[in-house]
């Protein structure tokens, strides 16, 4: 979203390793051109966030050894019944936005554009799950509840664990999803899953009224989109890490002046779009190296022929190569279909799901139809060389792994151990640092990999 680049000319392959702090954003070159701007909130894009747990597990993602990551998902209610501010830090964030508006924004003679990234609807730290917390604890009040239909929560359908694809395995027991939940369990926890986004809903309303009673929203474009959905037990896994759409299809929504009002578009899109859409929407001419598309075309009333010679191709490229998944994942997806590759192509089968005819994807028809497999293989080839792009992933793994275990000399085999994985660890260490120093062995020649 922040570059208008896909994650692997970037190379942020994980939580850790982001953009340079020194990167050119949409934002830096809407300030070059005059625009005033402001950043309020989660702004974790840069490298250097998260725990030291999130990116152990990511660059260890290849060693063969199983472990829970995460806390078991889990629902927490707030004792006051009426309370609203229940993420308090994201409230105090649309505070400061607000207030921004009011004080800042009103008075500038150019134009503004303002940020505010919010952590809701993502689940809570759970204190049981050691070293940083993992975040699997969905929290709310009943104020927020109430706004629930909890009759009308379906009840995802799984895969016995024999049948599941080996990746899908692999992110269900890391994020401690293999053992037994009820039906009450899965409901319980999507519908405080709705109630955090009731809650995320109320703090842009709080962004809308602002603007409306400041007489800026008919001059303001308002757009809210995530950079993650939630799984919430969908294929027997919370969190996001995953190319089901649950986990990859995101909110986008776009209002203001010139924007069509009540259209639905259903063309796919991605958040790499919204670099050069925010600068279209400015006025500023798009560089030529972008990965993603203006959306205006589609979304607006204008009518410049110029716009419509550059519309957006009918796919959008995924990948992901941080933790929870033990190979790196491409999906390539049209209106009909979704292919998902990974690692170099050959090692793990690729998945293939219809999803005019089975929204849940639930059957991997890949070995069913290999001709749509095969061509749809050789699109993504032809936007990116995913072998390669995985072999650099797990080059760069095993490198930074060993220069962070260097780093933290006789300590290393104590905290190891202390991650968010010390539930499993600490119940065979020694087994576990084997296969640490098999997999160092195994990978230490480039070309085997």
């Given at each position: 979203m922040w570059s208008g680049l896909f994650t692997h000319l970037t190379e942020s392959w994980n939580n850790f390793k982001g953009l340079d702090p020194n990167y050119t954003t949409w934002?830096?070159?809407?300030?070059?051109h005059g625009y005033r701007t402001q950043k309020f909130g989660k702004l974790d894009y840069t490298s250097g966030h998260h725990s030291i747990s999130n990116r152990v597990e990511a660059w260890t993602r290849d060693v063969a050894f199983l472990l829970r990551q995460e806390g078991r998902p889990m629902v927490n209610l707030v004792p006051k019944?009426?309370?609203?501010?229940?993420?308090?830090?994201?409230w105090k964030n649309t505070d400061r936005a607000v207030n921004w508006l009011r004080k800042e924004a009103i008075n500038y003679t150019q134009p503004f554009v303002l940020y505010l990234g919010l952590n809701l609807p993502h689940p809570y730290p759970s204190p049981s799950s050691g070293e940083n917390f993992g975040s699997s604890t969905f929290h709310t009040s009943l104020y927020w509840l109430k706004k629930v239909s909890y009759d009308a929560i379906k009840i995802p359908k799984?895969?016995?664990?024999s049948e599941m694809h080996p990746i899908d395995y692999y992110s269900s027991y890391t994020k401690n999803c293999t053992g037994k939940f009820t039906e009450k369990e899965i409901k319980d926890i999507r519908a405080f899953y709705y109630a955090m986004c009731a809650e995320t809903d109320a703090m842009l309303g709080e962004i809308i009224l602002a603007l409306h009673q400041l007489d800026l929203l008919q001059k303001t474009i308002v757009i809210y989109t995530s950079d993650h959905g939630e799984l919430a037990m969908e294929h027997r896994q919370f969190y996001k890490m995953s190319m089901y759409e649950a986990s990859a299809h995101v909110p986008l929504l776009i209002m203001g002046p010139g924007i069509k009002t009540n259209l639905q578009v259903s063309n796919v899109v991605s958040l790499v779009d919204i670099y050069p859409t925010m600068l279209d929407i400015a006025g500023i001419p798009l560089p030529q190296n972008l990965s993603g598309y203006s959306l205006l075309p589609?979304?607006?009333?204008?009518?410049?022929?110029?716009?419509?010679?550059?519309?957006?191709?009918?796919?959008?490229?995924?990948?992901?190569?941080?933790?929870?998944?033990n190979?790196?994942?491409?999906?390539?997806?049209?209106?009909?279909w979704k292919y998902i590759a990974y690692s170099d192509g050959a090692s793990v089968l690729p998945q293939l799901f219809d999803l005019s005819s089975d929204p849940d994807e639930l059957t991997n028809i890949a070995t069913k139809f290999p001709?749509?497999?095969?061509?749809?293989d050789q699109k993504l080839r032809s936007i990116i060389n995913y072998p390669q792009v995985s072999a650099s992933v797990h080059r760069?793994?095993?490198?930074?792994?060993?220069?962070?275990?260097?780093?933290?000399?006789?300590?290393?085999?104590?905290?190891?151990?202390?991650?968010?994985?010390?539930?499993?660890?600490?119940k065979e260490p020694r087994k576990y640092e084997n296969a640490i120093d098999q997999w160092l062995k195994i990978h230490s020649d480039p070309e085997n990999i």
């Open positions: 934002m830096d070159v809407m300030e070059k019944k009426t309370k609203v501010r229940v993420m308090d830090g994201d799984w895969s016995p664990l589609l979304s607006s009333m204008f009518k410049n022929e110029q716009k419509f010679k550059n519309l957006h191709p009918p796919w959008i490229l995924s990948e992901f190569h941080g933790c929870n998944v190979a790196s994942a491409y999906m390539l997806r049209t209106n009909r001709e749509v497999t095969s061509s749809l760069y793994n095993k490198e930074q792994f060993i220069k962070w275990k260097q780093s933290i000399g006789q300590n290393y085999s104590d905290v190891i151990a202390n991650l968010r994985w010390h539930q499993d660890w600490l």
